[in-house]
């Protein structure tokens, strides 16, 4: 069965700093991988997709994700963090069975101070 | 930017009744989900729906679950008698294509009491 890891239940990091959140997973085969964000009281938005191609993805807001298959990770990474990008995100992988169901982690709140 | 529309954004509702929740996903789009994620949780997989019938659901989609896509534009998930622990917010989601991710809808918050 297909799962996805989110290790932190919470970042912290300073306005201005760089930015990584974590996130491991578990397929048989190829991932295809996704981040998502929610707002509060708000729905899922997608950052990125990583289907094939360049280990680097780059998404919306700035946000990129580096896919390493060795380490079966899919980091989520920003050069410079925003206040704004206080939220919760989420790691995602598509099943390999069925009609692409996505497997959720835990999700990994990120608070940028000041 | 096409978008997922759901509603409402807010129902109560009392334990024992019925409740519908309605989407209206993006109108070229051929797969639709119903996932859940109860306040501060993660989000759980309910049911995919492609070409008129269901085609994958978990194990929390039993009985009282129901989808429906009445009309080619909306896509219901039904609850026929609500318990407490439905309290949720339930999101619509729909793909025109896995390699296109998947369109999100803002969610409905489901208050049972």
């Known amino acids: 069965a297909q799962s996805v890891a989110q290790p932190e239940d919470q970042v912290n990091v300073a306005e201005g700093n760089p930015l990584t959140v974590k996130c491991t997973y578990s397929?048989?085969?190829?991932?295809?991988l996704f981040w998502y964000v929610q707002y509060p009281n708000r729905g899922l938005q997608f950052l990125l997709k990583y289907i094939t191609g360049d280990n680097l993805v780059k998404g919306s807001y700035g946000f990129e994700a580096e896919f390493n298959k060795s380490q079966t990770s899919f980091h989520l990474k920003k050069p410079s963090a925003l206040v704004s990008d206080s939220a919760l995100y989420f790691c995602?992988?598509?099943?390999?069975?069925?009609?692409?169901?996505?497997?959720f982690g835990t999700g990994t709140r990120l608070l940028v101070s000041p | 930017e096409p978008e997922v529309t759901q509603t409402p954004s807010h129902q109560v509702t009392q334990m024992g009744q019925e409740v519908i929740l309605r989407c209206v996903p993006i109108s070229n789009h051929l797969y639709f989900y119903w996932y859940r994620q109860i306040l501060g949780q993660k989000v759980e997989f309910l049911v995919s729906f492609y070409n008129n019938e269901i085609s994958e659901k978990s194990e929390i989609f039993d009985d009282q679950f129901s989808v429906e896509r009445p009309d080619g534009s909306n896509f219901t998930l039904k609850i026929r008698s609500t318990k407490l622990e439905d309290s949720a917010m339930y999101f619509c989601a729909s793909s025109e294509d896995f390699n296109y991710g998947y369109t999100f809808g803002s969610g409905t918050r489901l208050t049972v009491v």
């Open positions: 397929v048989s085969g190829n991932p295809y």
């Open positions: 995602a992988v598509r099943a390999l069975t069925g009609f692409q169901k996505l497997v």
